[in-house]
């Protein structure tokens, strides 16, 4: 699977949106790019996933380029609880190779 | 919808003791699941594949004799950890497969100390 790299830290203000970029320049057709969360001491929570067209749900956007080379998460309205490490994975979708490779990911802090 | 839960979430044994942990999918079926390690301040480790009425796939490092998995159902796959050690000590966390789907969904992870 292709690999991802992920700033290790970000601020936002409560209120605000958060955008949380990714790069994976490495990207092969057929691999999706998957968001998951993980708030302190409690399992990852599934966030959001596409392949190549822009993806929003009831907890974020999921903005792809074109190239596909680089993503970004956007939480629309932050609050407190949004604060986690968050994960950008890339994987190839099939029933045969389902291996999540979890990176550093990125530590948003939200700012009251 | 999309469920997974985990059993005990905090467990503390002695060492050279075996502890067994469950994960469960709730509101689903999960023909796979998979085990994760994660050690203080670090990522997500994959552990091992779990596929139900199979052996599991372990990942290269993790002892398999060690770290017992069976998927016995499809929606129940316990790990034991034999002969545990202090250096077991870590959060393990589980995650689902939806049997029809391709999104993987984890469990609030159990925090084993070993003394």
């Known amino acids: 699977d292709a690999k991802t790299t992920q700033p290790p830290s970000m601020d936002c203000a409560e209120g605000r949106a958060a955008n949380l970029p990714c790069n994976h320049s490495?990207?092969?057709?057929?691999?999706?790019v998957y968001w998951y969360r993980q708030i302190h001491s409690q399992g990852p929570q599934y966030i959001i996933h596409g392949l190549k067209n822009n993806e929003t749900n009831e907890m974020a956007s999921l903005i792809i380029t074109e190239d596909r080379k680089s993503s970004t998460l956007i939480l629309p309205h932050a609050t407190l609880r949004d604060t986690a490490v968050y994960y950008c994975?890339?994987?190839?979708?099939?029933?045969?190779?389902?291996?999540?490779?979890f990176g550093t990911g990125t530590r948003l802090t939200i700012i009251p | 919808g999309a469920v997974v839960s985990q059993h005990p979430s905090r467990v503390i044994c002695k060492s050279g003791t075996s502890v067994k942990i469950e994960c469960r999918s709730l509101?689903?079926?999960?023909?796979?699941m998979f085990w994760y390690r994660q050690f203080p301040k670090q990522s997500l480790m994959l552990m091992a594949t779990s596929n139900e009425g199979s052996k599991a796939t372990y990942e290269q490092g993790v002892e398999k004799d060690k770290f017992l998995i069976n998927h016995a159902s499809l929606t129940l796959s316990t790990l034991t950890v034999t002969s545990a050690h202090p250096e077991d000590s870590s959060f393990y966390i589980c995650?689902?497969?939806?049997?029809?789907?391709?999104?993987?969904?984890f469990g609030p992870g159990t925090r084993l100390t070993v003394l």
């Open positions: 490495t990207i092969s057709g057929n691999e999706y």
């Open positions: 509101d689903f079926q999960a023909t796979t």
């Open positions: 995650s689902a497969r939806v049997v029809s789907g391709d999104t993987q969904y």
């Open positions: 994975i890339v994987r190839v979708a099939n029933f045969g190779n389902e291996k999540l490779t």
